[in-house]
Structure formats: structure tokens, C-alpha cells
């Protein structure tokens, strides 16, 4: 199987893409970095 990576989608012009391994993926359509997944933890406590 192709390691393709993680699936993203750009939230900027909805392409979908895979980052090929790669932590820091942009969009190839129009460069945009997808933001970080936010998980809902907002609180500022430190583990
Ligand atoms: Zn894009």
C-alpha cells in the first residue's frame, strides 16, 4: 500500500490531499496549512 499519510482537507478552498508523511502539509492547490485539530482542551493546565 502507498503511504500516502494523514487525509486533510484545505479549509481555505476544500481540496482534499494527503500530507505523504509529512507533519507540516500544505494545501497543493493554494499552499494554505491546515490548522491544528482542535481538540477542546482550552484549559492552560499543565500536565
Ligand atoms: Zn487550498
Known sequence: MAELGQKH???K??????DLGNADAKCPKCGVEE????????DDSEK
Request: hydrophobic share 10%; charged share 35%.
Open 13 to 18: 478552498c476544500g481540496v482534499k490531499y494527503y
Open 9 to 11: 482537507e484545505c479549509p
Open 35 to 42: 490548522e491544528a485539530p482542535d481538540d477542546g482542551s482550552k
